[in-house]
Structures are given as structure tokens and as C-alpha cells.
């Protein structure tokens, strides 16, 4: 399976951008997909996830509220729109897709729990104040 993402850029505090990640190789609708990012000096952090049997969506404190992922099944896209972006979400920005079938709980948010997953090659993202 391959992995594009898209859509990052340099915007000021406040705004909004929305990433997107096609997939090729892979239906997306029978698989969970979630987004992480890492910063500078930081290490990989979860962002969100959204689970394939249930739809449900889970998301970290930091972007509670401002992030929303979406996938689109016809397109086999997911996406992360995020609004009022804060200068802290400076990151390189990753979609994945677990390929361990199943998977359902808050600990997806955890990377290193991701080891056996397809990744994309990251977008980057600025937010200047």
C-alpha cells in the first residue's frame, strides 16, 4: 500500500489547513487510519484516529476540539482538517494505516504501537504567530 500526503503549508496562528492522504493498493474502508506528527526535537505523537469497524474517532488533548478526521471511502482518502492552529502544531504531519486487523482502543494513539503499519512520507506544517 502507498501513502500521499498533502495539503500542508506555512499559515499564521488561527488558521485552518486540511491534510489528505490517498491511498493506493489498499481499500481504506477496511482499515484504521490515523494521523501523527512530529516536531522538531519532539518525538511522534499521536493526533487521531479513526477505527474501521466503528467510526469512532479518537483524538489527543492537544487537538481536541480543533481537529477533525474524516475518511472518505469513494475517494480512499483520509483527512485532517484543522482549524485555529496554534504554533505548537508545528510538525511533520503523518497518515498511517494499521495493518493489524481489529485494533480498537485509546492506546492506537501510542506510535511505537504502530510498528507493523503503512506510513506516508509526512507533510509539513508551520504555524507562525
Known amino acids: 500500500v502507498q501513502l500521499v500526503e498533502s495539503g500542508g503549508g506555512l499559515v499564521q496562528a488561527g488558521d485552518s489547513l486540511r491534510l489528505s492522504c490517498a491511498a493506493s493498493g489498499r481499500i481504506l474502508s477496511s482499515y484504521t487510519m490515523a494521523w501523527f506528527r512530529q516536531a522538531p526535537g519532539k518525538e511522534r505523537e499521536g493526533v487521531a484516529v479513526?477505527?474501521?469497524?466503528?467510526?469512532?474517532?479518537l483524538y489527543a488533548d492537544a487537538v481536541k476540539g480543533r481537529f477533525a478526521i474524516e475518511k472518505d471511502n469513494a475517494a480512499n482518502t483520509v483527512y485532517l482538517e484543522m482549524n485555529n492552529l496554534k504554533t505548537e502544531d508545528t510538525a511533520i504531519y503523518y497518515c498511517?494505516?494499521?495493518?493489524?486487523?481489529?485494533?480498537?482502543?485509546?492506546?492506537?494513539?501510542?506510535?511505537?504501537?504502530?510498528?507493523?503499519?503503512?506510513w506516508g512520507q509526512g507533510t509539513q506544517v508551520t504555524v507562525f504567530s
Open positions: 498511517a494505516l494499521d495493518l493489524i486487523p481489529g485494533r480498537d482502543g485509546s492506546y492506537l494513539l501510542n506510535p511505537a504501537l504502530w510498528d507493523l503499519a503503512s
Open positions: 479513526i477505527f474501521t469497524r466503528s467510526g469512532t474517532k
